[in-house]
């Protein structure tokens, strides 16, 4: 499975962005595509992700009501819009796909080589 995120890029808080991430190739197994960000000095941190098949979605509490994940099956894409962003948002942003519903980066295989985005105060 290759992932490709696209659309990051520099926003003033209070702004918003929207991430794309295109999937391509097969993995047996995969059922949950996720997003997590890095900030500098920080570890990987969830932000949330979605079941594939039935959409189902799960949000770390810190994005809740701010940012929503979507998926595009028939194009094989997912999306993560975010609203109301804060400086704290700025980070590395990345997508991962997984065989199990999991916020740990670990249970993720499938990496993307992310896309920054950086919010300005």
């Known amino acids: 499975v290759q992932l490709v995120e696209s659309g990051g890029g520099l926003v003033q808080a209070g702004g918003s962005l929207r991430l794309s991430c295109a999937t391509s190739?097969?993995?047996?197994?995969?059922?949950?595509v996720g997003w997590f960000r890095q900030a500098p000095g920080k570890g990987r941190e969830f932000v949330g992700n979605?079941?594939?098949?039935?959409?189902?979605?799960t949000y770390a509490d810190s994005v809740k009501g701010r940012f929503t994940i979507s998926r595009d099956n028939a194009k094989n894409t997912m999306a993560l819009q975010m609203n109301s962003l804060k400086p704290e948002d700025t980070a590395i942003y990345y997508c991962?796909?997984?065989?199990?519903?999991?916020?740990?980066?670990?249970?993720?295989?499938?990496w993307g080589q992310g896309t920054q985005v950086t919010v300005s105060s």
């Open positions: 979605i079941k594939w098949i039935t959409g189902s979605t």
């Open positions: 190739g097969r993995a047996g197994g995969v059922s949950t």
């Open positions: 991962a796909a997984g065989t199990i519903n999991s916020p740990y980066s670990g249970h993720y295989r499938y």
